[in-house]
Nanobody, 124 residues
Framework: EVQLQASGGGLVQPGNSLNLSCVVSGFNFNDYTLVWFREAPGKGHEGVACISGRDGNTYYSESVKGRFTIATDNAKKTLYLQMRSLKSEDTANYYC????WGHGCNANFRHDVWGQGTQVTVSS
């Protein structure tokens, strides 16, 4: 069974940092592109970052480029999202997801399997 479990969310002040983690199981970590996306009331579904398990290629949305970093630990089968210089508009429920087999990491942020999200609230 494919499982992705995100954690690490919380309340943080603007300008601060937060690190999210996602433990995955049920598939070969290196064969897929992994995606972080977020959902916020009134803003819909937004792809944030992705990383290719095959070649390590990464891609970021314009809204987070330069502030967020996606990374993996293959031994721990864990996906990370390091978030810096957080803004109030980053407030959302963050999800980790897997792309369909064969899909690369690009601006489509294509995904078909995801787990429960973790809430990030940026507020003073």
């Amino acid at each position: 069974e494919v499982q992705l479990q995100a954690s690490g969310g919380g309340l943080v002040q603007p300008g601060n940092s937060l690190n999210l983690s996602c433990v995955v199981s049920g598939f070969n970590f290196n064969d897929y592109t992994l995606v972080w996306f977020r959902e916020a009331p009134g803003k819909g579904h937004e792809g944030v970052a992705c990383i290719s398990g095959r070649d390590g290629n990464t891609y970021y949305s314009e809204s987070v480029k330069g502030r967020f970093t996606i990374a993996t630990d293959n031994a721990k089968k864990t996906l990370y999202l390091q978030m810096r210089s957080l803004k109030s508009e980053d407030t959302a429920n963050y999800y980790c997801a897997r792309s369909p087999w064969g899909h690369g990491c690009n601006a489509n942020f294509r995904h078909d399997v995801w787990g429960q999200g973790t809430q990030v609230t940026v507020s003073s």
